[in-house]
């Protein structure tokens, strides 16, 4: 009897739980959100929809689906919209339309990603501030400031706290600027992955598990390539990795600076690049993520790191502890329990079909030297010579943005 | 005995008589080529009149072999055609369909069997014998709660979606561009209970699926394909082939016979293979987004029927954008361990960033996702990682 009193009393309790209609929206949240969507539905190409200082409080996912629209708000730390509590997503704002702006405004505790540009070309995301307030965990939403399959984008002065996966994402893309923001307590500070043609600088990624990522995913409408990374503060990034596991960046140890994976023609200089504990710049292939397999990744996909140079960066610290068993004891067989890896790690991966063309080397400059890991063979024999890495590679020509974003 | 059998004919012909009636009080149906008109009887589509969800003269009903699961509703699916106009058949897109057409899709909930009619309780369960007045007539609205109608309006410029929420009596449903979130419980036969929140998408939501080719970016029907309607429905004079039908009263040119044309399993027939389930299964509440022009192509992971069964599906494939969604599991299929992939992981899941689909639900469809979990559990493979 009293089992299934304690039963009854569960189920209801279950039952009361499950009514997330209760979580608190008050009748003036209630009223900005249904008129905020109203706006949204309503607005023609050229519309500006400005949102008043405030924070409010929205139950459901937003969606734009006009060109030529600007959303704006009154100041990243004015204008607050906090999905704390949503019921319908899975994003804060979904996107897809060309000649977008959104500035001035932040998204907050958003289920899944916060802002999602999905195919539209002439994006601007200027001033806006995308944050999980509880901090790194792994039910955060994935994504931050997200366009995707977009040409010609501007995310400037931005900043993004806490994504689960990574804070400033920019998938699949071409002509990409990504400038003076700031990206924290991210899985992935700043990410670019399968895009082409991207300058990513000044921006200040700190306190990630790995602070700016240029990546290749198999599978996917483009290959990546072309992308500068330079006059950025990269600094203690050493979040332990609260990736769900399988998710891509959940392959990224922790105290990771910059990470090159599977990427080509990529151009890392001029940067500050301190106290990432694993590695300042790690160069790595698809297999060092462990989901490289013969039935799931398409034959075409071309895994390794082809025409990657690093020079003219300002190195402090770093490799002091690197994240994983398998790390710390390479660390500890080359450098001893209190030696540090050099700036660059190196998986060791090289496409052994072909003998390397100059323009597909590595090259490593102005680094306390490179430690190629030997990946191939398990860390069995890692080499320090930093002599194969003493070269240049023509360098990158710089993103222009056509047209130039109107901010 | 000769007195009862008459009786009964005069029962069934007063029944056709007052359906007649009904339908020559409604007036005519009304395609409206711009704005939004605030009511759903603006259109007189279907009409609630006389205890009975009314449809009008011309308004067809139709069923898919799969639907899409929307947390348990029913729906009355309908469609309409000016005079002289047909749409042209294609066997593997949506029909083209001539401006003027308006589909209706009418969500709803049989009551509960043991319950007297209150404003949350709706019936979990797959019985829709209680819901029609006839066969190949409208909802018995004594029976059944009325939730919304949603129109997909085929105007000059291409289809527009409009929402519209019944309102508390039940006499008509009111436009509805932003939405509604309605806190329902669903009552099964056993007597469980499962609070949830019925969500009406806003009107741009309506693209999240309807929208197949996000360059593009134009709506479109997804069920008026021939490999969902090729099924039989009961009509009003009896059972007939959707297609013959639609061909018999004009509403469509250029269809083969039913046998030369595609046809999807219905996902819940035990007689069709599992794979056929499984493929109809995904195709229906998958296939729309996740094709090679829609807004999960930036995945790399396509669930529509044309699909070949390897990577494309998610066969040892990893995500692309999942984030949180991978529940830990690290391709979307792992063949013969449906608890280590990812896309029964999503479907089970009832959480906006996690859950799949994306929208369109608030409970997980229990019977969809041991379906697709028996599909994965009997195929072979492996996924072995490369070093």
């Given at each position: 009897?009293?089992?299934?009193?304690?039963?009854?009393?569960?189920?209801?309790?279950?039952?009361?739980?499950?009514?997330?209609?209760?979580?608190?929206?008050?009748?003036?949240?209630?009223?900005?959100?249904?008129?905020?969507?109203?706006?949204?539905?309503?607005?023609k190409?050229?519309?500006?929809?400005?949102?008043?200082?405030?924070?409010?409080?929205?139950?459901?996912?937003?969606?734009?689906?006009?060109?030529?629209?600007?959303?704006?708000?009154?100041?990243?730390?004015?204008?607050?919209?906090?999905?704390?509590?949503?019921?319908?997503?899975?994003?804060?704002?979904?996107?897809n339309?060309?000649?977008?702006t959104?500035?001035?405004?932040?998204?907050?505790?958003?289920?899944?990603?916060?802002?999602?540009?999905?195919?539209?070309?002439?994006?601007?995301?200027?001033?806006?501030?995308?944050?999980?307030?509880?901090?790194?965990?792994?039910?955060?939403?994935?994504?931050?400031?997200?366009?995707?399959?977009?040409?010609?984008?501007?995310?400037?002065?931005?900043?993004?706290?806490?994504?689960?996966?990574?804070?400033?994402?920019?998938?699949?893309?071409?002509?990409?600027?990504?400038?003076?923001?700031?990206?924290?307590?991210?899985?992935?500070?700043?990410?670019?992955?399968?895009?082409?043609?991207?300058?990513?600088?000044?921006?200040?990624?700190?306190?990630?598990?790995?602070?700016?990522?240029?990546?290749?995913?198999?599978?996917?409408?483009?290959?990546?390539?072309?992308?500068?990374?330079?006059?950025?503060?990269?600094?203690?990034?050493?979040?332990?990795?609260?990736?769900?596991?399988?998710?891509?960046?959940?392959?990224?140890?922790?105290?990771?600076?910059?990470?090159?994976?599977?990427?080509?023609?990529?151009?890392?200089?001029?940067?500050?690049?301190?106290?990432?504990?694993?590695?300042?710049?790690?160069?790595?292939?698809?297999?060092?993520?462990?989901?490289?397999?013969?039935?799931?990744?398409?034959?075409?996909?071309?895994?390794y790191?082809?025409g990657?140079?690093?020079?003219?960066?300002?190195?402090?610290?770093?490799g002091?502890?690197?994240?994983?068993?398998?790390?710390?004891?390479?660390?500890?067989?080359?450098?001893?329990?209190?030696?540090?890896?050099?700036?660059?790690?190196?998986?060791?991966?090289?496409?052994?079909?072909?003998?390397?063309?100059?323009?597909?080397?590595?090259?490593?400059?102005?680094?306390?030297?490179?430690?190629?890991a030997?990946?191939?063979?398990?860390?069995?024999?890692?080499?320090?010579?930093?002599?194969?890495?003493?070269?240049?590679?023509?360098?990158?020509?710089?993103?222009?943005?056509?047209?130039?974003?109107?901010? | 005995?000769?007195?009862?059998?008459?009786?009964?004919?005069?029962?069934l012909?007063?029944?056709?008589?007052?359906?007649?009636?009904?339908?020559?009080?409604?007036?005519?149906?009304?395609?409206?080529?711009?704005?939004?008109?605030?009511?759903?009887?603006?259109?007189?589509?279907?009409?609630?009149?006389?205890?009975?969800?009314?449809?009008?003269?011309?308004?067809?009903?139709?069923?898919?072999?799969?639907?899409?699961?929307?947390?348990?509703?029913?729906?009355?699916?309908?469609?309409?055609?000016?005079?002289?106009?047909?749409?042209?058949?294609?066997?593997?897109?949506?029909?083209?369909?001539?401006?003027?057409?308006?589909?209706?899709?009418?969500?709803?909930?049989?009551?509960?069997?043991?319950?007297?009619?209150?404003?949350?309780?709706?019936?979990?369960?797959?019985?829709?014998?209680?819901?029609?007045?006839?066969?190949?007539?409208?909802?018995?609205?004594?029976?059944?709660?009325?939730?919304?109608?949603?129109?997909?309006?085929?105007r000059?410029?291409?289809?527009?979606?409009?929402?519209?929420?019944?309102?508390?009596?039940?006499?008509?449903?009111?436009?509805?561009?932003?939405?509604?979130?309605?806190?329902?419980?669903?009552?099964?036969?056993?007597?469980?209970?499962?609070?949830?929140?019925?969500?009406?998408?806003?009107?741009?939501?309506?693209?999240?699926?309807?929208?197949?080719?996000?360059?593009?970016?134009?709506?479109?029907?997804?069920g008026?394909?021939?490999?969902?309607?090729?099924?039989?429905?009961?009509?009003?004079?009896?059972?007939?082939n959707?297609?013959?039908?639609?061909?018999?009263?004009?509403?469509?040119?250029?269809?083969?016979?039913?046998?030369?044309?595609?046809?999807?399993?219905?996902?819940?027939?035990?007689?069709?293979?599992?794979?056929?389930?499984?493929?109809?299964?995904l195709?229906?509440?998958?296939?729309?987004?996740?094709?090679?022009?829609?807004?999960?192509?930036?995945?790399?992971?396509?669930?529509?029927?044309?699909?070949p069964?390897?990577?494309?599906?998610?066969?040892?494939?990893?995500?692309?954008?999942?984030?949180?969604?991978?529940?830990?599991?690290?391709?979307?299929?792992?063949?013969?361990?449906p608890?280590?992939?990812?896309?029964?992981?999503r479907?089970?899941?009832?959480?906006?960033?996690?859950?799949?689909?994306?929208?369109?639900?608030?409970?997980?469809?229990?019977?969809?996702?041991?379906?697709?979990?028996?599909?994965?559990?009997?195929?072979s493979?492996?996924?072995?990682?490369?070093?």
């Open positions: 009897m009293r089992t299934i009193c304690t039963l009854v009393a569960l189920s209801c309790l279950l039952a009361a739980c499950s009514h997330q209609e209760n979580a608190a929206q008050s009748q003036n949240d209630a009223s900005f959100e249904s008129k905020l969507q109203q706006q949204l539905l309503d607005a190409p050229g519309s500006v929809i400005d949102i008043p200082a405030g924070r409010y409080v929205l139950k459901r996912g937003l969606s734009l689906r006009t060109n030529g629209v600007t959303l704006r708000g009154a100041g990243m730390d004015k204008t607050v919209l906090s999905f704390k509590g949503q019921i319908v997503g899975p994003e804060g704002l979904l996107v339309a060309d000649d977008f959104i500035e001035n405004l932040a998204i907050e505790d958003t289920m899944g990603d916060a802002l999602k540009i999905n195919q539209g070309r002439n994006i601007t995301i200027h001033g806006v501030r995308i944050e999980w307030t509880d901090g790194p965990k792994s039910t955060n939403g994935a994504y931050g400031l997200y366009p995707v399959k977009t040409q010609n984008v501007l995310v400037e002065d931005s900043v993004v706290i806490g994504a689960s996966d990574a804070g400033i994402y920019v998938g699949q893309s071409n002509n990409i600027v990504v400038r003076r923001n700031r990206a924290e307590q991210n899985v992935a500070g700043i990410e670019i992955e399968n895009s082409v043609n991207a300058d990513v600088y000044d921006n200040i990624a700190t306190k990630n598990t790995g602070g700016i990522l240029v990546f290749n995913m198999p599978n996917l409408s483009q290959a990546g390539h072309a992308t500068r990374v330079f006059h950025n503060k990269v600094f203690d990034n050493n979040t332990a990795n609260f990736a769900k596991k399988g998710a891509a960046v959940a392959s990224v140890p922790a105290g990771s600076g910059v990470v090159v994976n599977s990427n080509d023609k990529v151009e890392i200089f001029d940067n500050d690049i301190a106290d990432n504990q694993t590695a300042n710049v790690i160069i790595s292939s698809y297999f060092s993520t462990n989901y490289y397999n013969k039935l799931g990744v398409a034959a075409d996909y071309n895994p790191p082809k990657i140079y690093v020079y003219s960066n300002r190195f402090k610290g770093g002091n502890a690197p994240d994983g068993l398998k790390l710390k004891t390479l660390k500890a067989a080359v450098y001893g329990i209190n030696g540090s890896f050099p700036d660059v790690l190196w998986d060791g991966y090289v496409d052994s079909k072909e003998q390397v063309p100059p323009n597909d080397r590595i090259c490593v400059q102005d680094a306390s030297g490179v430690l190629n030997d990946g191939p063979h398990g860390y069995k024999n890692p080499s320090t010579d930093a002599k194969p890495f003493q070269c240049s590679l023509p360098k990158l020509p710089p993103v222009t943005l056509n047209p130039e974003p109107k901010v | 005995m000769p007195i009862t059998l008459r009786a009964r004919g005069w029962v012909l007063m029944a056709l008589l007052c359906l007649t009636a009904c339908h020559r009080d409604m007036q005519p149906v009304a395609f409206h080529d711009e704005g939004y008109p605030p009511k759903l009887s603006d259109w007189h589509v279907v009409e609630a009149r006389d205890g009975v969800l009314q449809l009008n003269q011309g308004v067809v009903p139709y069923e898919l072999n799969t639907p899409l699961f929307t947390d348990y509703a029913h729906k009355l699916r309908t469609i309409w055609m000016p005079k002289g106009v047909s749409a042209h058949y294609s066997p593997t897109d949506t029909f083209d369909f001539p401006v003027g057409t308006i589909i209706s899709k009418t969500f709803f909930y049989p009551l509960p069997k043991s319950e007297a009619r209150n404003a949350t309780d709706v019936a979990r369960t797959y019985d829709t014998s209680r819901d029609f007045a006839a066969p190949g007539q409208g909802l018995k609205l004594a029976n059944v709660h009325m939730i919304e109608t949603r129109l997909l309006v085929r000059k410029d291409g289809w527009v979606a409009i929402p519209y929420v019944w309102n508390a009596d039940q006499s008509d449903a009111l436009l509805a561009r932003t939405g509604d979130v309605q806190a329902l419980t669903l009552v099964s036969d056993d007597g469980g209970h499962e609070n949830f929140n019925y969500v009406v998408p806003d009107q741009s939501q309506c693209a999240s699926c309807h929208a197949r080719d996000w360059t593009t970016r134009a709506l479109q029907p997804i008026p394909k021939a490999r969902h309607l090729n099924r039989d429905y009961r009509y009003a004079d009896g059972d007939e959707q297609l013959v039908h639609l061909l018999r009263v004009g509403y469509l040119t250029g269809a083969p016979a039913p046998a030369a044309a595609p046809r999807n399993a219905n996902w819940s027939d035990t007689h069709a293979s599992l794979d056929a389930r499984a493929r109809a299964y195709d229906i509440n998958c296939g729309h987004c996740h094709n090679p022009r829609g807004a999960a192509n930036t995945t790399g992971l396509t669930l529509d029927i044309d699909t069964e390897d990577r494309h599906i998610g066969i040892c494939k990893p995500p692309t954008a999942a984030g949180q969604g991978t529940g830990d599991h690290l391709f979307d299929i792992v063949p013969g361990h608890d280590d992939s990812i896309v029964p992981y479907l089970g899941s009832a959480e906006p960033g996690t859950m799949m689909p994306e929208i369109g639900r608030s409970t997980v469809h229990k019977e969809g996702l041991a379906l697709i979990k028996a599909w994965i559990a009997v195929q493979g492996d996924c072995m990682v490369l070093h």
